[in-house]
């Protein structure tokens, strides 16, 4: 099973709206990530981490705030965000360490519009 | 900078051809590569990874890469309708830093 969820699927905030995205994955894995899609372009890395500690953050503004409560659940949560931060909010996960073991799967991601 | 190139097509095969996607990467130290699946408005989807040099196969996919030439290419078989999607070329920097190319778009025609 290589499943990875995430609520909620349809997202619509205004800018001084507060509000959370949500991860879950019960495969064991030990490495979890944030990823921001938009239209027509790839994934780009925002968060990672790694046994539940923020290992990476890619100069994502302050208005993104991650949250990893335990080895199993990711949150973001999002505060005062901009129209331009509209876009696909991707989720993955992968069991890190050995080499052949870094495979990232994907969730089916949150569709975020900020009004 | 580390980059990861691909030809953003789009590709247009007729059903039954086979379908040649390439991609190239600027980090010779990078030692694992990914294909992903992306139909439109849905998440990335895992088609093949791959870590050493020369084919891999699985089912109607042949991933192909060559470290020296710095090139991965993914071989769709007897490509399906079902088949087009955007397909994304990814690499892996430090064991958990992927990043991706733009993406090609390949049409598969009845």
């Known amino acids: 099973d290589t499943e990875v969820t995430q609520t909620p699927k349809h997202l619509v905030m205004g800018m001084t709206n507060k509000k959370s995205l949500k991860c879950e994955q019960h495969m064991g894995h030990r490495a979890m990530y944030w990823y921001k899609q938009k239209a027509k372009k790839p994934p780009e890395l925002m968060f990672v981490?790694?046994?539940?500690?923020?290992?990476i953050n890619e100069s994502v503004p302050s208005r993104f705030s991650p949250e990893c409560p335990n080895s199993s659940l990711l949150n973001l949560h999002l505060h005062a965000l901009q129209p331009e931060d509209s876009a696909l909010y991707l989720c993955?996960?992968?069991?890190?360490?050995?080499?052949?073991?870094?495979?990232?799967?994907f969730g089916p991601g949150t569709r975020l519009l900020v009004l | 900078q580390k980059e990861v190139e691909q030809n953003s097509g789009p590709l247009s095969v007729p059903e039954g051809a086979i379908a040649s996607l390439n991609c190239t990467y600027s980090d010779r130290g990078s030692q694992s590569f990914f294909w992903y699946r992306q139909y439109s408005g849905k998440s990335p989807e895992l088609i093949m990874f791959?870590?050493?040099?020369g084919d891999k196969e699985d089912g109607r996919f042949t991933a192909q890469l060559n470290k020296a030439s710095q090139y991965v290419s993914l071989l769709i078989r007897d490509s399906q309708p079902s088949d087009s999607a955007t397909y994304l070329c990814a690499v892996l920097y430090n064991t958990d830093k992927l990043i991706f190319g733009t993406g090609t778009r390949l049409q598969v025609f009845p």
């Open positions: 981490y790694s046994y539940e500690k923020l290992s």
């Open positions: 791959i870590y050493s040099n």
């Open positions: 993955a996960s992968s069991q890190e360490g050995t080499s052949g073991s870094e495979t990232q799967y």
